[in-house]
T-cell receptor, first 111, second 109 residues
Framework: NAGVTQTPKFQVLKTGQSMTLQCAQD?????MYWYRQDPGMGLRLIYY???????DKGEVPNGYNVSRLNKREFSLRLESAAPSQTSVYFC??????????FGSGTRLTVV | KNEVEQSPQNLTAQEGEFITINCSYS?????LHWLQQHPGGGIVSLFMLSSGKKKHGRLIATINIQEKHSSLHITASHPRDSAVYICAVRTNTGNQFYFGTGTSLTVIP
C-alpha cells in the first residue's frame, strides 16, 4: 500500500544518546517533512526537504539534523538527546495540489 | 502569538448532531488543510482548500479567504468521528506551515 513508513514507533533514550528516525515514502512525492507534536502546542516543523538533495530548517531545528538520502527517504537525527526532545515525531510527504500523507508517528522519551 | 487559532478546543456532541469546528489564521496562505488525528495517533489529511467549499461524505470544509477563516462541518455525527481535528495553513511566502492546536471531538452514542 502506498504511504509513509516511519520507524521506530517507540523509543526511550538516555540524555546524551543519539538516534536516527527513519522515514520512507512510496508516493513519488518531492517534498518531505519532519514535525514534532507536543501537548497544547500543535505540530511544529523541524526540517523539510523540497526535493532530493535539498533540506531546509523549519520552526524548531535546534538539536536535530536531517538527511534526504534519495527521493524516498528522509531521516531525522538526534546527535545528543535532551529531555526537551521528548515528543511525538511525525514524518509527512506531499505535493501542494494533492495534499499530504503522514506517517504513524514515533513516540520518543528522553530520560 | 498563534498564527492559527481553532475553536472550540473541546467539543462533546450527541450522535446525529451537526458539528462545526472553526479555524482562523493571521497569515497569507496558499492552502489550508484539515487533518484528523485518531486516539491511536495517526494523522489523516481530510481536505486541502484554497477557496470555496469541498465535501467528502458527511464532511464539509469551507474557506473564506477575505475573512481568513475556515470551518469544518460534520453532518449526522457518529461515535467513529471522535478524534482531534487539526487546521493547518501553508503560507504564500515560502514553505512554512502553521498548525492549530486541534479540536478534540467526542461523539456520544
Amino acid at each position: 500500500n502506498a504511504g509513509v513508513t516511519q520507524t521506530p514507533k517507540f523509543q526511550v533514550l538516555k540524555t546524551g544518546q543519539s538516534m536516527t528516525l527513519q522515514c520512507a515514502q512510496d508516493m513519488n512525492h518531492n517534498s518531505m517533512y519532519w514535525y514534532r507534536q507536543d501537548p497544547g502546542m500543535g505540530l511544529r516543523l523541524i526540517y523539510y526537504s523540497a526535493s532530493e538533495g535539498t533540506t531546509d530548517k523549519g520552526e524548531v531545528p535546534n538539536g536535530y539534523n536531517v538527511s534526504r538520502l534519495n527521493k524516498r527517504e528522509f531521516s531525522l537525527r538526534l546527535e545528543s538527546a535532551a529531555p526537551s526532545q521528548t515528543s511525538v515525531y511525525f514524518c509527512a510527504t506531499g505535493q501542494q495540489i494533492y495534499g499530504y500523507t503522514f506517517g504513524s508517528g514515533t513516540r520518543l522519551t528522553v530520560v | 502569538k498563534n498564527e492559527v487559532e481553532q475553536s472550540p478546543q473541546n467539543l462533546t456532541a450527541q450522535e446525529g448532531e451537526f458539528i462545526t469546528i472553526n479555524c482562523s489564521y493571521s497569515v497569507g496562505i496558499s492552502a489550508l488543510h484539515w487533518l484528523q488525528q485518531h486516539p491511536g495517533g495517526g494523522i489523516v489529511s481530510l481536505f486541502m482548500l484554497s477557496s470555496g467549499k469541498k465535501k467528502h461524505g458527511r464532511l464539509i470544509a469551507t474557506i473564506n479567504i477575505q475573512e481568513k477563516h475556515s470551518s469544518l462541518h460534520i453532518t449526522a455525527s457518529h461515535p467513529r468521528d471522535s478524534a482531534v481535528y487539526i487546521c493547518a495553513v501553508r503560507t504564500n511566502t515560502g514553505n512554512q506551515f502553521y498548525f492549530g492546536t486541534g479540536t478534540s471531538l467526542t461523539v456520544i452514542p
